[in-house]
């Protein structure tokens, strides 16, 4: 036990920010619904971070070969120990296989537009918190995985990526045929349609929201004056855009298409803040079309889990 | 049937659809839209983008706006013929590439666009350049610049050491920065520098560059 506990710690330290962050996380990770669920539990010792319940063993390796996306052999090597069990360490390579990690609060937009894709991917994932108070997102082991000191940034077991939108999109390719399969399209018309989208999410929705975001919900708790002419100057923006949705919604009952899709995920961390946090909600819900969307969207389990775990956080 | 697409030589956004196509070798109509008669805020425009914004793409029944996602489509449809623009063999470069794009979109363009509207667009608009609006972009751009600079030490391009969307996408911008005082914060950078010269000088951007022609600059 001590071994394996010295070899993920090996493991581990390769890791800049993983090393600088094992302090204790709790997660639980849903794999398979309740199926197969994978508990990775709270340990007080310092680099062991994965403990799978007995009685799961069995599952989590079925799980394993059938998706067939990981468990390399080449990852068995630095388990040549002999008192160690066979069965132990292709358990302990599973668990490890499975295991997103993605950095930054809950609380975030940007984090949570990742962890609304995990989850509509059913792929299970860790949250690793980066205390933005104390300013870790400024700190050297941070900075090498996301240079600009921003959040979100993600870690698997084979890259490490940044930029919110791509990371939705790595995610949704590698796992295209988990959960919610067409949630990036299936097709490359598909996919072009919900770029187009995301892309507007992106340069059209997302300033004038962001700006509204943080003028009425966060300035406040921040003690940050507001300013009253980027909140007209950006309501107006975003009227204008939403016109161009209500249109839009009037034709399609999603953006892309008749589907949910990662073009309407995309709008949900920003929204969500909108309608609840700000007195701009009317802006959604007086636009017919636009606040039948809204409800349908925000609605999803994918999107109410990511709100309870920005509430518990 | 070739692609058509509806904007207009000079604009970046256009220029970075154009550069793909080039790249990607595929046979392609530009369809001119006058934006100084406001074409594309006409309805006959509109229909293909409600945005109002150039360019937008037909192919046979799909039309597409945003450029990145027309340059993202074009890439996919075409990955076997051309230069492979996507690194679609393989998943991991693949996301790279997509980080590289995201970047641009997201840090470089709000930091580049003010500086290329303020000392080239104003003007044509009989307006002064606002010197403050110029100031604050180059200080913005110049800090994504030094990430840019720290990247391009370890790799020769900004997904890694093959030549990508990722940089095809900077390329309309930074061609009218260059033209601009501010393109300072490309020379003060070597590596940044040397990727500029590298990618500019591809046949397929010189080819769409001289057509980028800004009130005679």
């Not at chain 2, 550069?19 to 229909?47: I, M, N, R, Y």
Request: with cysteine; aromatic share 10%.
């Amino acid at each position: 036990m001590l071994r394996y506990v010295t070899d993920k710690k090996q493991l581990l330290l390769q890791n800049p920010a993983v090393k600088m962050k094992f302090q204790a996380v709790t997660l639980k990770v849903r794999q398979r619904s309740s199926r197969c669920p994978l508990k990775i539990v709270e340990s007080k010792a310092k680099y062991r971070l994965i403990d799978l319940p007995e009685e799961h063993y069995q599952k989590a390796n079925k799980v394993v070969d059938i998706d067939g996306v990981f468990g390399e052999d080449g990852d068995r090597k630095e388990d040549n120990n002999e008192d160690i069990p066979e069965d132990y360490k292709r358990i302990k390579h599973s668990a490890l296989a499975i295991l997103q990690w993605v950095y930054g609060p809950p609380l975030s937009t940007a984090v949570s537009r990742v962890l609304a894709t995990l989850l509509e991917k059913d792929v299970p994932f860790q949250i690793i918190p980066v205390d933005m108070s104390k300013g870790e997102h400024k700190k050297p082991d941070y900075l090498k995985i996301q240079p600009f000191g921003q959040v979100p940034a993600f870690q698997d077991e084979s890259i490490s990526l940044f930029e919110s939108r791509s990371i939705c999109r790595y995610v949704c390719e590698k796992y295209a045929d988990k959960g919610n399969k067409g949630l990036y399209g299936t097709n490359p018309l598909e996919k072009a349609s919900i770029d187009q989208w995301v892309e507007a999410e992106g340069q059209s929705f997302g300033p004038p929201s962001g700006a509204l975001v943080f003028q009425l919900a966060f300035a406040p708790r921040m003690n940050i004056p507001q300013d009253q002419g980027a909140i007209k100057q950006n309501e107006e923006k975003l009227q204008k855009v939403l016109d161009i949705y209500e249109r839009r919604l009037g034709e399609s009952r999603f953006l892309a298409g008749d589907e949910f899709t990662f073009a309407d995920l995309s709008h949900l961390p920003n929204g969500d803040y909108l309608v609840n946090a700000t007195d701009k909600g009317h802006l959604f819900t007086s636009r017919e079309n636009v606040g039948r969307w809204w409800n349908e969207i925000s609605d999803r389990e994918s999107w109410k889990k990511v709100v309870e775990m920005r509430k518990s956080s | 049937m070739a692609l058509k697409l509806y904007g207009t030589a000079m604009s970046t956004c256009t220029s970075r659809v154009l550069t793909c196509f080039h790249e990607k070798s595929v046979d392609f109509e530009l369809v001119p839209v006058d934006l100084f008669a406001g074409e594309h805020k006409q309805p006959p425009f509109l229909v293909k983008n409600p945005f109002g914004q150039i360019p937008a793409l037909e192919d046979g029944d799909l039309t597409l706006f945003e450029s990145r996602a027309i340059t993202s489509y074009v890439a996919e449809k075409f990955k076997g013929t051309g230069y492979d623009l996507i690194r679609h063999e393989n998943l991991n470069e693949a996301a790279l590439v997509k980080v590289w794009m995201e970047v641009e979109s997201h840090q470089y363009n709000p930091a580049i666009a003010p500086i290329v509207y303020q000392s080239l667009v104003a003007p044509l608009q009989g307006k002064s350049p606002d010197q403050s609006i110029i100031d604050a972009s180059v200080e913005k751009l110049g800090k994504v610049l030094d990430v840019y600079e720290a990247r391009l030490t370890g790799t020769r391009y900004l997904a890694g050491d093959f030549y990508s969307l990722a940089d095809l996408h900077h390329l309309p911008y930074t061609y009218y920065l260059m033209k601009t005082p501010a393109a300072s914060v490309v020379h003060e950078r070597p590596h940044v520098k040397a990727w500029w010269e590298d990618i500019s000088s591809r046949p397929a951007f010189k080819k769409v560059a001289e057509g980028m022609k800004f009130g005679g600059k």
